[in-house]
């Protein structure tokens, strides 16, 4: 089975597995900037249950979240909790960092981390989608797609009208769903570990 089927064959089963267990799609999927400090032991929580390390890209391995391309800290949790207060403490109006928040029936589905690009001189504004994550259970039942979208429409709001996004060389999956978003690759990254020897 080659990328395409595998991925065609767990995107309809994860569909199938969403429509007929979990997601009823006749709930409301409400999407909010969250401003409650009191969620960040439980954002800290599904961050950490739901990404993969095919999540990890350049900015994990440059930051805290992670050693290696396919290793997360063993402290990642207590490294993240601590990001998302600071970023929780943050007024929304001014800040320069984001988290919004997909609930369905006050449950967590989905989280976005978005950093708004702060140069002054830039020529075009922008901002990063550091993080998307989407519950598997509602993976392929529209969530993600809801979650950009509204993320769009947040940003022009803003005045920014480019938003960047990096995804881990091996997360296909990550890859078809925001190229079917309208991203497109701009540039590759690549990294060398350097020894004495």
Known sequence: MDDRQSYTTNRLFRAKQAMNHKF?????VAINWCTDAAQSE?????????AHT?????????????ETPT?????????????LKATLAQDPACADRLIALATIDGAIAG??????????DVATPYASLDDLIVHPDYRGAGIGRQFIAWLEQQMLKR???RLFLESG?????????????????????????????
């Open 24 to 28: 009823n799609p006749t709930k409301t």
């Open 169 to 197: 060389e091996g997360n296909h999956d990550a890859h078809r769903f925001f190229e079917a978003q309208g991203f497109q690759p701009v540039s590759v990254v690549m990294m060398k570990e350097l020894s004495h020897a």
């Open 159 to 161: 005045g920014i009208t």
């Open 71 to 83: 290793r997360w800290r063993s402290d990642l949790a207590a490294t993240l909790h601590e990001e």
């Open 42 to 50: 439980a954002l800290t929580r599904f961050f950490v249950k739901h």
């Open 54 to 66: 095919q999540y990890i890209s350049h900015s994990e391995l440059q930051g805290s979240r992670a």
């Open 111 to 120: 989280m976005a981390l978005v950093s708004i690009g702060n140069k002054q």
